[in-house]
């Protein structure tokens, strides 16, 4: 059974960034400025749709008022653990294997991936 951000579409996802950057409730006219809509029957579409799967909460004020119900963090999460899986066999080693063989990460990312990897090794020790 998939989780409620494994189902969110890429469409879906913008309205959520806009959700998450706003960081309070948000308007379907402040939500269509922010997507650069002008009809707006696209974003309706999309939040009754996020509504449906229990992505985004609504409430009547004297219009629809929209908040995320699922953070940032969980949606990356989940589409992080998806795309692994999918694409490496469900082996984070090996896609950061790639990452590195395909010249994707500076001295800085690694740096703070090594950092990372320390507090991570150094917690499991407590």
Known sequence: MSSVEEKITEAELEVMEVLWDA???CTL???KEALWEKN???TKTL???LC???AVGQEKRQVYW???LVSREEV???RTK???DRLYAGSARNMVAALVRADQLNQEDIAQLRQLLDEMDGERRQ
């Open 23 to 25: 960081g309070e409730p």
């Open 76 to 78: 990356r999460g989940s």
């Open 52 to 54: 449906a799967k229990g």
């Open 66 to 68: 929209y908040t995320p």
């Open 29 to 31: 006219g402040q939500i």
């Open 82 to 84: 998806k795309l692994i």
């Open 40 to 42: 707006g029957d696209t």
């Open 47 to 49: 939040l009754r749709r």
